[in-house]
C-alpha cells in the first residue's frame, strides 16, 4: 500500500507544512490563536493542539514511545500557549522524520493492533492504512487551520504537497564551468 519513499516525503512534508503554519501563527496575537471560531477543536490553537496530540498518539502506536496525555476531547489544551506548541511541535516533527527514515517494506506490511479510546475497543488494521492516515489527519486539520487562520486576517502559505523543496538540491554551477548541453 505505502513504501518507506512515502513516509520518508509525507515526513519531511508535514515539517515544512508546521513550519509554515507555525510563521502565520506568530503573525497573530495570543488572544486571537485562542478564539473560539466555530471550528470542531474550536481555535487555532486548540485545533494545533488536536493536530500535535494526534501525531503523539499515531507515533506512540508506531514506535512504541509516549503517548500524549488525555483524550481526544483533552487535545485541544494539549500547550499552553504559542511558544509551548511550537516547541513540542518540532519535537514532535523530528520523532516523525526519524521513525520515517528506519522504515522498510517489511516494517510497513502487517497489522497494527491497539486499544482506541474513542471506540473503547481493541482494533486491529493494516500498519499502511494507519499510517496513511495519521499523514491524511495531518493534512485535514493543517487545512482547517489554514482556513482559520485566512478568516484571522493571516495569510498562510500555499499548502499544495507538489511545491515540497527538493531535498537536495543542485549545486550551482560554478561561474567557469561551461554551459550544459
Do not use: K
Not at 12 to 19: G, M, T
Amino acid at each position: 500500500m505505502i513504501t518507506p519513499d512515502y513516509c520518508q516525503t509525507m515526513a519531511r512534508y508535514n515539517a515544512w507544512q508546521n513550519c509554515r503554519m507555525q510563521a502565520a501563527m506568530a503573525g497573530l496575537s495570543e488572544a486571537a490563536l485562542r478564539a473560539d471560531r466555530g471550528a470542531f477543536f474550536g481555535s487555532i490553537l486548540g485545533t494545533a493542539n488536536h493536530l500535535l496530540w494526534g501525531d503523539a498518539m499515531w507515533m506512540s502506536r508506531f514506535d512504541g514511545g509516549a503517548r500524549p496525555q488525555g483524550g481526544v476531547a483533552d487535545s485541544p489544551g494539549l500547550t499552553p500557549d504559542l511558544a509551548a506548541w511550537w516547541r513540542d511541535r518540532q519535537r514532535m516533527d523530528a520523532r516523525i522524520d526519524r521513525w520515517a527514515a528506519t522504515q522498510t517494506a517489511a516494517a510497513l506490511a502487517g497489522d497494527l493492533r491497539w486499544y482506541s479510546g474513542a471506540l473503547s475497543a481493541e482494533v486491529t488494521r493494516p500498519r499502511g492504512l494507519c499510517i496513511a492516515h495519521m499523514f491524511n489527519h495531518q493534512a485535514h486539520h493543517r487545512g482547517q487551520v489554514h482556513a482559520l487562520l485566512t478568516a484571522a486576517g493571516a495569510a498562510p502559505a500555499d499548502t499544495d504537497l507538489f511545491l515540497i523543496p527538493d531535498p537536495t538540491p543542485a549545486a550551482p554551477a560554478r561561474p567557469d564551468s561551461p554551459p550544459p548541453g
